[in-house]
């Protein structure tokens, strides 16, 4: 495709989709937070832990300070259960209250037994063993399918998409809504994500980086140009010192919602349908 030469697109020699981040990129304005999580998690669940694990910005060595997210998730020896996932939301917040170096603190959780099930295959076993970096624990990729830049994986892994769509919507017509600029923020990365599933397994390669995303849809679709730009800038502008925090944003996010949504998703259908 012309306009992507040189591009690295994160698979390996064999083409498999590499792993994304590495402890080694984590920059050290971070490091304290880093283990103070892992800390907090480990004194939390104890012997009910498999392993921790970072994603994101700030494993990749992206991350900007005071902007950007710090993402966790935890992988239990079995299901968790609403006391834990309670417990693990409490410190999520504790953590984000008593800090200024990334904008938000999140946590996932998730068992062991369901994410080694095939029905996770391109969910969230796709997220641990390539979009995750191991920071404690046995590694649960080691026990994973090997991942690559398929039809089937970008026909899979947008399961929600259209529920999330929905709930986005409902979150912005609602002036009780907290922290609107996140949702805004959530709907500029939804497309964007949405849209790269369209093209990931004809470029073929797998990326996080918003950039290389929109730079590869926009050589696929390029009358898609603009409005994938406006999702960027929505989803990762904060970045910059541009978070969508003023009406024309607020505008911006509906009118992606209305009619670019609704045709991506269409085209997303279309590309990723099976041919007999």
């Known amino acids: 495709m012309s306009g992507l030469e040189g591009l690295d697109n994160g698979l390996d020699e064999r083409g498999r989709i590499r792993r994304e981040g590495d402890l080694d990129r984590v920059d050290a304005a971070f490091a304290p937070l880093v283990t ?17 694990y970072l994603y994101g910005s700030v494993p990749r060595g992206t991350a900007v300070v005071g ?3 710090l993402d966790l998730e935890v ?21 984000d209250q008593d800090t200024d170096v990334v904008n938000e603190v999140g946590i996932i959780v998730a068992d062991r037994p369901r994410l080694l099930s095939p029905a996770e295959r391109y969910d969230n076993a796709f997220q641990i063993s390539c979009l995750c ?14 991942q690559y830049p398929t039809i089937e994986l970008a026909r899979h892994i947008t399961s929600g998409t259209q529920a ?31 849209a790269f599933t369209c093209v990931l397994f004809r470029w073929p390669g797998w990326t996080s ?37 003023t009406p024309d944003d607020h505008d911006k996010a509906i009118e992606l919602l209305t009619r670019s949504a609704p045709w991506w998703m269409n085209e997303h259908r279309k590309v990723t349908a099976e041919t007999r």
Do not use: C, K, N
């Open 36 to 52: 103070q999580a892992t800390s907090g998690l480990r004194r939390l669940l104890g012997r009910r832990l498999h392993s921790i």
């Open 164 to 194: 999330a769509f929905t709930r986005l919507s409902a979150a912005l017509a609602d002036p009780t809504t907290p922290r609107p600029d996140f949702v805004r923020q959530r709907v500029g990365r939804r497309i964007v994500r949405l």
């Open 133 to 146: 970096t191991p920071l404690w624990g046995q590694d649960l990729a080691e026990e994973l399918p090997d």
């Open 209 to 245: 980086d918003p950039t290389t995303m929109q730079r590869v849809v926009t050589a696929f679709y390029p009358d898609h140009a603009d409005e994938l730009a406006t999702s960027t800038q929505l989803g990762w502008g904060r970045l910059t010192g541009h978070p969508p925090v």
């Open 75 to 95: 992988v239990l020896h079995s299901e968790p259960t609403e006391t834990e996932r309670a417990a693990i939301g409490r410190l999520a917040a504790e953590l």
């Open 67 to 69: 902007r950007s997210d």
